[in-house]
């Protein structure tokens, strides 16, 4: 699996957008870009995932650029309850059995 | 959506005992689950793969013996771990494969004393 690369921190205002970016320079054609958070003392869960088209749902945003190096998750309207650690995550889209590999994350603070 | 429940959410346990811990997929078939383990402030680490009905495949440096894994149904997969001392307190996390994605369980936090 491709690796990726996140701030380890960001904060954001409650009620304002918050712009997570991942760069994964190295994600090979078959190679999906997941996002998974966890907020803390709970297991990850799940946010969007896409391949190269832009993706949206009631969640997140996910754009990806066209050279699909990196991406950004757009929260549109971050409340209190999004401060977590959100992962980016590349990998091949298969049912094949392979976990899922976590990197550091970023940790978002959303502040009122 | 699929759902993993997973029990205990948390447990503290004496040096030396064993700890069951388990993850039901409550409205799907889970061939394959995947267990992790997170310290504080540390990312999830995989621990195991298991597919129902044959047997785990560790991660290397992760004892097969201290962490025994059942997966005897489509429906459960079990983590015990064994003679547990302080070093083993961590949040342990299941997961399961469905589809082409992932769906977690919520946690176990394990304290032992």
């Known amino acids: 699996d491709a690796k990726t690369t996140q701030p380890p921190s960001m904060d954001c205002a409650e009620g304002r957008a918050a712009n997570l970016p991942c760069n994964h320079s190295?994600?090979?054609?078959?190679?999906?870009v997941y996002w998974y958070r966890q907020i803390h003392s709970q297991g990850p869960q799940y946010i969007i995932h896409?391949?190269?088209n832009n993706e949206t749902n009631e969640m997140a945003s996910l754009i990806i650029t066209e050279d699909r190096k990196s991406s950004t998750l757009i929260l549109p309207h971050a409340t209190l309850r999004d401060t977590a650690v959100y992962y980016c995550?590349?990998?091949?889209?298969?049912?094949?059995?392979?976990?899922?590999?976590f990197g550091k994350g970023t940790s978002l603070l959303v502040t009122p | 959506g699929a759902v993993v429940s997973q029990h205990p959410s948390r447990v503290i346990c004496k040096s030396g005992t064993s700890v069951k811990i388990e993850c039901r997929s409550l409205?799907?078939?889970?061939?394959?689950m995947f267990w992790y383990r997170q310290f504080p402030k540390q990312s999830l680490m995989l621990m195991a793969t298991?597919?129902?009905?044959?047997?785990?495949?560790?991660e290397q440096g992760v004892e097969k013996d201290k962490f025994l894994i059942n997966h005897a149904s489509l429906t459960l997969s079990t983590l015990t771990v064994t003679s547990a001392h302080p070093e083993d307190s961590s949040f342990y996390i299941c997961?399961?494969?469905?589809?082409?994605?992932?769906?977690f369980g919520s946690g176990t936090r394990l304290t032992v004393v």
């Open positions: 896409g391949l190269k």
């Open positions: 995550i590349v990998r091949a889209y298969s049912n094949s059995g392979y976990a899922l590999n």
């Open positions: 409205d799907f078939q889970a061939t394959t």
């Open positions: 190295t994600i090979s054609g078959n190679e999906y």
């Open positions: 997961s399961a494969l469905i589809g082409y994605g992932y769906t």
């Open positions: 298991s597919n129902e009905g044959s047997k785990a495949t560790y």
